[in-house]
């Protein structure tokens, strides 16, 4: 998967995908993430992005020329699946939309700022808007690097069996069941006996019952589509 990153600060997006499971996915050649600065496609000599608003009102916002500039240049090498543009009014990022986007092969990410972007670049260029929560953040960049963090550890072959997405919390809109390791007895607190028995059939059915239980107290939202059996 190819996942370009269109910024006005792409400084703040410099490692986020340098480490853990996002460098492996990259060094296997199983994700592929390029960050462009808007700025390069700026039509004037100050590397102007953003203008005030039409009809007044506090706060700047991203001009088209630039931002449509960018995303005909890059889509010149490949036509991207989606184009999504990261704002606090798109639709929630949740864990079946990751595993949709984990399908695409191209995406093009569009990081908001000020205001946010020129309606005309959103109704003739974006093909989906997400947001990941109900709280504002200065940027769409860190944002971005959730997104990408999300889908990418998603990819088939990214994850291996130790890291494996299917026992996520979400993955079966259950919350993942409570973990362990050594040592066994640690100032007196115990690891739960069936984790000890060897016996899987009963671990299983241990760590599903301790998942359904967590989500009931934690996350009862979930349980209407989860499955508790
Ligand atoms: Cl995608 N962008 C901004 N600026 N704020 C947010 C967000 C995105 N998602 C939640 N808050």
Redesign the pocket.
Known sequence: MHIHILSAVPELLESPFSHSIMKRAQDKGLLHVEVHNLRKWSLNKYKQIDDYQFGGGAGMVMMCEPLVNAIETLQKDAPFDEIIF???D?DTLDQPMANQLSLKKNLLIIC?HYKGIDQRVRDQFVTKE????D??????EL?AAVLVDAVGRLIPGVLNNETSALTDSFQDKLLAPPVYTRPVDFRGWKVPDVLLSGNHRLIDDWRHQQSVERTKKLRPDLLSGADLM
């Open positions: 990261l704002t606090p798109g908001g997400i947001s990941i929560g709280y504002v953040l200065s940027g769409g944002a």
